[in-house]
T-cell receptor
Framework: AQSVTQLDSQVPVFEEAPVELRCNYS??????LFWYVQYPNQGLQLLLK??????LVKGINGFEAEFNKSQTSFHLRKPSVHISDTAEYFC???????????FGGGTRLMVKP | KAGVTQTPRYLIKTRGQQVTLSCSPI?????VSWYQQTPGQGLQFLFE???????NKGNFPGRFSGRQFSNSRSEMNVSTLELGDSALYLC????????????FGEGSRLTVL
């Protein structure tokens, strides 16, 4: 069984400032890791994914994440946020049986002008 | 390429009624998953279908059921609706394989009165 913890339910940040959204997971098997973004009244859009290989993963909209196996973390970062980044962000893990994702509780990123 | 299409987008039902939600996956995608999103419980996996067979099932009561047709379209049904079934129901489709990205629809928002 897997579980995901997103340590911050809300993260306020000023425009053009850097941001880090934290994600920790637990699993007894190898996992694949994902970050999704959800804008109001919309579904989920994939930002980036870690399947294997380089632990630094680059995604869309300038986001990147680093997989740290020893810390069981997969934190999401962006060096300079924009107002349009205001949304809810979900970290998710998947084991090796099917396409079932286990999601964290989400982090609401609020970018202020 | 058309995305994942969910219908209806919004619906209101009363306790005790039943509801059927529909999902048309991206052309060529044979895996369809369903998730329930609520403010209290977050995103929870309902079930996954692949080639008309249920491959995984989440921890939901038997009132929640689903099926997949030969054209990969999927439906989910909730019988004897309860107030707590009010949620955004998200459908996601994926190509074959456990490393495939999940593509989400915009969801069907169910309100139970």
């Amino acid at each position: 069984a897997q579980s995901v913890t997103q340590l911050d339910s809300q993260v306020p940040v000023f425009e053009e400032a850097p941001v880090e959204l934290r994600c920790n997971y637990s699993s007894s098997v190898s996992v694949y890791l994902f970050w999704y973004v959800q804008y109001p009244n919309q579904g989920l859009q994939l930002l980036l994914k870690y399947l294997s290989g380089s632990t630094l993963v680059k995604g869309i909209n300038g986001f990147e994440a680093e997989f740290n196996k020893s810390q069981t973390s997969f934190h999401l970062r962006k060096p300079s946020v924009h107002i349009s980044d205001t949304a809810e962000y979900f970290c998710a893990v998947r084991g090796n049986a099917g396409n079932m994702l286990t999601f964290g509780g989400g982090t609401r990123l609020m970018v202020k002008p | 390429k058309a995305g994942v299409t969910q219908t209806p987008r919004y619906l209101i039902k009363t306790r005790g009624q039943q509801v059927t939600l529909s999902c048309s996956p991206i052309s060529g995608h044979r895996s369809v998953s369903w998730y329930q999103q609520t403010p209290g419980q977050g995103l929870q996996f309902l079930f996954e279908y692949f080639s008309e067979t249920q491959r995984n099932k989440g921890n939901f009561p038997g009132r929640f059921s689903g099926r997949q047709f030969s054209n990969s379209r999927s439906e989910m049904n909730v019988s004897t609706l309860e107030l707590g079934d009010s949620a955004l129901y998200l459908c996601a489709s994926s190509l074959l394989g456990t490393t495939g990205e999940l593509f989400f629809g915009e969801g069907s928002r169910l309100t139970v009165l």
